[in-house]
T-cell receptor
């Protein structure tokens, strides 16, 4: 079955440590996205990537970094510079070009808790 | 700044009732409006609307967009307990060929038996 796999589901870290969240898709989608979800604030875009080896900052990129070395993979690193890292992180992907781009397809998310 | 506002933020009704969820937006470069249902983890896609006044239906769910007044509604008739979820509205814009979605806060819908 095609889909997006995020791992781990739950992640606990001490303050000051970097942590990397995994996102893998086998849908052959070209674009991938990372969103953060906090209670009462909806989803906010962290980074997105349209093609391999290229990515752009979203609305809240500070304290995060990404890479896109393979089409299938778009890992997100939460660095110690991120002031409020505890949140639910969602990875998504889509295909198509311009107006014909498909709706986003989401993974099941990673819940990160930093203490 | 692009903004999407959903109302109400929370709604509790009895099974069988009809509900209307609202979404208003202010964005530059509007391309589409999408509705998602989020139960526990991944939001699942419901509707994508691009044209004003054309209702989209899927079973008991329907949605319509008004691009002049900048809002959309999601209707659910004959609600069931399985409709309990957070409903997310998102407006799609395009930046350098990539789709960017701006999300509202979500409406938490609870259906009591």
């Amino acid at each position: 079955d095609g889909g997006i796999t995020q791992s781990p589901k739950y992640l606990f870290r001490k303050e000051g440590q970097n942590v990397t969240l995994s996102c893998e898709q086998n849908l052959n989608h070209d674009a991938m996205y990372w969103y953060r979800q906090d209670p009462g604030q909806g989803l906010r875009l962290i980074y997105y990537s349209q093609i391999v080896n290229d990515f752009q900052k979203g609305d809240i990129a500070e304290g995060y970094s990404v890479s896109r070395e393979k089409k299938e993979s778009f890992p997100l690193t939460v660095t110690s510079a991120q002031k409020n890292p505890t949140a639910f992180y969602l990875c998504a992907s889509s295909f198509g070009q311009g107006q014909r781009r498909s709706p986003l397809h989401f993974g099941n998310g990673t819940r990160l808790t930093v203490t | 700044e692009d903004k999407v506002v959903q109302s109400p933020l929370s709604l509790v009704v009895h099974e069988g009732d009809t509900v209307t969820l609202n979404c208003s937006y202010e964005v530059t470069n509007f391309r589409s409006l999408l509705w998602y249902k989020q139960e526990k983890k991944a939001p699942t896609f419901l509707f994508m609307l691009t044209s004003s006044g054309i209702e989209k239906k899927s079973g008991r769910l329907s949605s319509i967009l008004d691009k002049k007044e900048l809002f959309s509604i999601l209707n659910i008739t004959a609600t069931q307990t399985g409709d309990s979820a957070v409903y997310l509205c998102a407006v799609g814009t395009y930046i350098q060929g990539a789709q960017k979605l701006v999300f509202g806060q979500g409406t938490r819908l609870t259906i009591n038996p």
